[in-house]
């Protein structure tokens, strides 16, 4: 044969050989493929879908967030997309695939707002923390504006007792021992404030806001040192062009927001002017309070590994007032008595704040990194001079029952920095869990320079009357300190979630640490949190929770009053150490279905025993602590909610707390200054059967009144109880403008989306309700308790316009 012939029949065998491969089909193989789906939380993404890119070929996350299907393929490559609403799509290429693949993925959540959507569920509360509604906000009938503060006060466990302050109570613990997180950064407040009108903007910015949840106890070791609550506000990274301006008579806001895949950029101007509102107070005068700030959301995703995003925010606060007069009418129907004050002098506060907070986030298939740098700045000052010159007398009778004056003087200055580094991770593994870790480094400095008396007359003797020796003022305070400190903490926690079979049990164990460099105090914090879905009902949602709260000293609680020569002088305790809570919750959830619309009971047991405590006063928003820890005490309660749509289409709840907390003084049990037997809040929204241009939203408070007493006393004399803070609080709003509804006839042009007209009636029944107490003394010593009231009912006229299409 030869070579020609031999090449021939080689081609004829390859040609053969080719044919056959083309001809008979490869045999498949089959390739199983399990995993988790979670959030960026760490929680479970249920009812997801995980399908096989252009096949049939799919599955649906369980309540674990769990999958598992089996794949037959001739490929080399099988592409996976992971798809859940309200959260971003994944996808997913494996490239030779073994015959079984474990996957874990992350779907972090959407920031697409999904028009037209009726999700008729209740979100399943798993852990320590609820998530709130978050929508409408500026819709309410509000006297801070609508703030996300006055939507915490309506929630379970939560009261305020002045409209005029965005602070709050929980569970017996006061204003400082609440946390506040945006975007995962710990939000700190000036320190001076002493009344609610001199207060500014919160914060937080309702139009900015993404999503919101809140924890009245029980949460776990990632949230920082406080006893009482946490606040979680994430903010929204915008898609597309949006707009809001906001007007009434109590201020006026600008937002504007725009973003892509990549970048996003959100900002807002903010006034408020409460002098409408201070209008009504019983003290007559000039009133010019003016707050401004501008805040600041910008946000780079360069890829799906990176996210980098920065808040910054410049407060401008500014309160001024020169009293003229009041008169005061009080008592009872068989002894009314009239308070009359004619003033002279003046008060002109400063509050201005400087916020930036640079949040990097690297994210991997099963891992999360967080780097988080934060600075707070606060200049404020203090100052006023007020003679005062009052008659007390009895409304039926010409004799006066006491008559005196009232000089009062301050000059406090105060200045704070607190700069935090700090770092993070989450782990997803198979087999223990979630994991998460942090570190975080604090550095705080104060200077304060603080310089206030008061002195009174009566019936043309100083008080106190002293027949010797030189005057002396009834209260007079100096202080000239400087303070700089380190905290350092950590904490691990993790999170495991198994089946059993009566049901889905979840598990949240962590310990948090923090050194302290102010006292080398070290505190170790142990917290559990489980939870239990029944297999025979997954309507029911059973908690427990535990743990040893700690709350690090800020300078407020660390400042000792001494009498020295008749003045208080003020020193730094270097002995004083963190406060402690140690808490126990137990809860549950009932979802359920009634008149075909969703509805959930939430109910809580708590006992918080408490020692180590730092006691302290509260003369309106002011709180002034003894400086020293010498006292121990426990508060208890139950705590009740109904949320769902009392009206189809809107979220609506109903509260209701019972609570006692008490603290042993010196051996003598007293009630703390926050204890409340009852607290009643209704939080209602309407809208009007087929009319969608209609809104309404309705808050109703009824809360037992709080202990108080004299002017700078002990707490052993705060046992007088106030009235019940009692309020009403209205708003309709009607839409004028609506593009949508006659794009025809506005064309391609239309500058605005859509444009709102509100009425709100704050305070709509008129009462009057006590904030603090005005004491006065006669020469024998007798004092008199003058209530101030708060504001009265007041009209609110406001429009919000909403820009682009």
Partial sequence: MNKASR?????????????????????????????????????????????????????????????SFNINTQSDTIRLVFRMIGHETRRH??????????????????????????IRANRRQTNGMQQ?????????????????????????????HNELSSQYNVRGGNFDENSVYVNGTEILRPLLVRAGQQEGLSFI????????????????????????????????????????????????????????????????????????????????????????????????????????????????????????????????????????????????DKFNTLFGALDIKRIQDNSIYRFNLSTFESHESESYDILSQYWLDDSGADDKMAVGSFMQHARNRLKSNVVTAKISGMHETAVAGTIGWGAEYRYESVSDRMREWEMRD?????????????????????????LSNSKVSTYVEDTYRFRLPAGIITLNAGVRGTWWSWNKELTVSPRLITSFVPESNENLTFRFSTGIYYQTPFYKEIKDTVNVGGIYQVNLNSNIRSQRSIQVVLGGDYDFIALGRPFKFTTEIYYKKLDRLIPYNVDNVRIVYYGENCAYGYAAGIDMKLYGEFV??????????????????????????????????????????????????LRCSLADGLPFGPTHSGREQQTFRAPAYKRVDIGLSYKIFDYSKHPHIYGKSGFFKDIWVGVDGLNLLGINNVNSYYWITDITNTQFAVPNYLTGRQFNVRIIANLGK
């Fill in 458 to 482: 009566s019936a043309g003797y100083t008080l106190p009357y002293t027949q010797s020796g030189p005057m002396e003022m009834i209260y007079a305070l100096k202080s000239v300190q400087e």
């Fill in 132 to 160: 709130i509604e978050a929508q409408g906000l500026r819709f309410n009938a509000d006297a801070n504006g609508g703030s996300v503060e006055s939507i915490i006060a309506s929630q379970a466990g939560v009261s305020t």
């Fill in 7 to 67: 090449i021939y029949g080689a081609g004829r065998m390859l040609a053969l050989l080719l044919f056959l491969c083309l001809a008979i089909p490869l045999q498949a193989r089959r390739v199983h493929i399990y995993g988790r789906v979670y959030d960026e939380a760490g929680q479970p993404v249920e009812l997801a879908t995980v399908n096989e890119e252009r096949t049939l070929h799919s599955a649906m996350t369980n309540l674990k967030g769990e999958y």
């Fill in 648 to 697: 189809p289409g809107t979220a609506s709840w109903l509260t209701f707390s019972l609570m006692d907390t008490r603290e042993n003084i010196g051996g003598k049990w007293l009630p703390r200054p926050t204890d409340q037997l009852y607290n009643l809040s209704l939080y209602f929204t309407d809208v009007f059967p087929r009319r969608d241009y209609w809104k309404m939203s």
């Fill in 205 to 348: 910015n309702p139009d900015m806001v993404e999503s919101i949840k809140f924890s009245t106890g029980g949460w776990g070791v990632s949230y920082g040192d406080r006893m009482s609550s946490v606040l979680d506000i994430t903010y929204r990274k915008p898609k597309g062009f949006e707009s809001v301006l906001t007007a009434s008579l109590l201020g006026a806001s600008a937002y504007v927001g725009a973003g892509g895949d990549k970048f996003s950029f959100s900002g807002s101007v903010r006034y408020k002017t409460t002098g409408y509102l201070l209008g009504t107070l019983d003290t007559k005068g000039e009133y010019d309070p003016s707050f401004l700030d501008y805040q600041t959301y910008i946000s780079w995703t360069p890829n799906s590994k990176w996210d980098i995003g920065f808040i910054g925010n410049a407060a401008v606060n500014r309160y001024n007032f020169t009293p003229t007069d009041r008169s005061t009418s009080f008592g009872t129907s068989d002894n009314p008595l009239n308070f009359k004050v004619y003033y002279e002098g003046w008060e002109s």
């Fill in 93 to 118: 290429t494996l490239v030779s695939p073994q015959d079984t693949v474990n996957l874990n993925i992350m779907l972090p959540t959407s920031n697409y707002t999904l028009e037209n959507v009726d």
